[in-house]
């Protein structure tokens, strides 16, 4: 198992910290060569390419905004040229803000929903082509249980992983037979994202949760790992929830 993915691609936007490192980490053990995308912290992103070093992978680093399409087009030529075309990709950029909805205002609505929608649209729009033309591709989306259930005090970002699931079920429907699209809905993961949460909220949290626990980012790039491979080849269209049990509840 541990080289299943030798010779392939993988693109994974947000690379550099979270979801994205371990997913980066995780795809690079595999041995698929890693471009690992960032938009600001270059360190971040260089410390994630050391640690596919230490794990015998290799790659690089690319900065771009996932939401500025010349940016991303850019970066794919790029990452071509450098580590040859893509066979994965994996959309984990985004952020999230929470706020009460007297305090919401369309401009913080925009900036969730350019990062985390475009975001994730743009990248699949530059790759699925190169992907077709090949004949084969997985795309792994990282939503967020936030998708499945409202969520009052994270309305633009709960519309955005909402999206998110449309997204990955229509470009699965679209992109198939050569291509298959599936995204994982993550609960509270422990991450720069959610650092600054309550404790007391994240302690409620872990209560709910069938395994009593908060979810760390290696249990979601073990999931990335399994829809990117070949082993789920009858896999397309399926957001995969991850969340140690907690949205199962009414
Ligand atoms: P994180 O630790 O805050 O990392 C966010 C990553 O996204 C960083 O690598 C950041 O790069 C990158 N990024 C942000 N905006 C970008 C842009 N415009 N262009 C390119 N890169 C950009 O977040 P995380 O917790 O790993 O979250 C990763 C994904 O999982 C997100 O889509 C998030 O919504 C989803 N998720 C997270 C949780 C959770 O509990 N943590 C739960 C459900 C879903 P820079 O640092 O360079 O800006």
Redesign the pocket.
């Known amino acids: 198992m541990s080289m299943e993915l030798a010779n392939k691609v993988a693109l994974v ?10 997913a980066s980490i995780a795809l690079g053990q595999a041995g698929a060569k890693i471009a690992v ?6 360190a ?2 260089q410390a994630t390419l050391s640690k596919i070093e230490e794990v015998g992978g290799g790659g690089a680093i690319y ?6 399409e010349s940016a991303v087009q850019g970066m794919i030529k790029d990452i071509e040229q450098a580590l040859g075309p893509i066979d994965i990709l994996v ?6 803000s929470a706020q009460h909805h007297s305090k919401l205002t369309l401009e913080n609505y925009r900036e969730i929903m ?3 929608v475009d ?1 994730t649209f743009i990248p699949i729009m530059a790759v699925k082509d190169g992907m077709i033309a090949r004949g084969g591709g997985s795309i792994v989306c ?5 998708g499945l259930r409202a969520r009052p005090t994270m309305i633009p ?1 709960s519309i ?2 909402a999206a ?1 699931i449309g997204l990955t079920r229509c470009f699965a429907a679209a992109l198939g037979p050569q291509v298959r699209v599936n995204g994982v ?10 650092k600054d949460m309550q404790s007391s909220a994240k302690e409620a949290m872990k209560e709910e949760a069938f395994l009593k626990r908060l ?1 760390v ?1 290696e249990d ?1 790039s073990q999931a990335v790992l399994f829809l990117a491979s070949d082993r789920a080849s009858f896999v397309s269209g399926q957001t995969f929830v991850v969340d140690g049990g907690r949205v199962t509840i009414p």
């Not at 990282?142 to 936030?146: D, Q």
């Open positions: 936007t947000g690379g550099s910290r979270g979801i994205g490192r371990a995308n960032y938009m600001h912290d270059d971040a992103a900065q771009a905004d996932v939401a500025d959309t984990s950029a985004g952020i999230m350019t990062t985390n975001g990282i939503a967020s249980v936030a970002y955005s992983k998110v809905a993550p609960g509270l993961i422990e991450t720069d994202m959610t979810g980012p979601i």
